[in-house]
């Protein structure tokens, strides 16, 4: 298997800054890079979020690369409608995947930045997903687009197929 270049962008411009650059500075600067007491409820289901996002996030660009033959980032999209994996029970996995590791890491260090930082992205995500992405798919995919749209919810996941 050959990792592209365009691989290799896609995971250090969004997941690496958004999900680990981001937070490490937020914590920097806020005093909390060390762990110098361990709460256990916090530490364990901080670990939870974050494990469950990181692999949601590993299986979604799996996806992506692997069946879409493309990548989550802009300038290399998948050439593939998905609809398989858990894009079979919702519209935007990879964007609940980020946000559990960003909940993950607020909860994990304790960090009202951290948590503030996941408030920003998360509500930027609610705005720039229907208003930016969902139309760059449409454009890109049509009526199978809306078709899948109609049938897979957006946010919430459909248990159930």
């Known amino acids: 298997m050959t990792v592209s270049y365009s691989l290799i962008k896609t995971i250090v411009l969004f997941p690496l800054n958004v ?16 762990l110098y007491e361990v709460v256990l409820l916090p530490t ?6 974050l494990i469950v996002g990181l692999c949601v996030c590993w299986v979604t660009v ?9 990548t989550p980032a802009p300038w290399a999209p998948p050439k593939i409608l998905i609809g398989i994996g858990l894009y079979k029970y919702v519209r935007n996995p990879m964007m609940l995947g ?14 009202v930045g951290l948590f503030l930082w996941f408030l920003i992205f998360f509500t ?17 995919f049509g009526e199978s687009y ?13 248990i159930l197929s």
Do not use: H
Not at 19 to 34: A, N, Q, R, T
Not at 62 to 70: A, C, L, R, V
Not at 98 to 111: H, I, K, N, R, T
């Open 19 to 34: 999900m680990g650059v981001i937070p490490f500075i937020i914590l920097w600067f806020s005093g909390k890079i060390e």
């Open 146 to 158: 809306l078709e899948y749209k109609n049938q897979v919810p957006r946010w919430v996941p459909r």
């Open 44 to 49: 364990y289901l901080g670990l939870f979020f």
């Open 62 to 70: 799996s996806i992506f690369t692997d069946y879409g033959k493309g």
């Open 98 to 111: 980020v946000w559990c590791v960003l909940l993950g890491e607020a909860v994990f260090f304790l960090s």
């Open 124 to 140: 930027g995500s609610l705005i720039i997903i229907p208003l930016w992405e969902e139309v760059g798919l449409y454009r890109r």
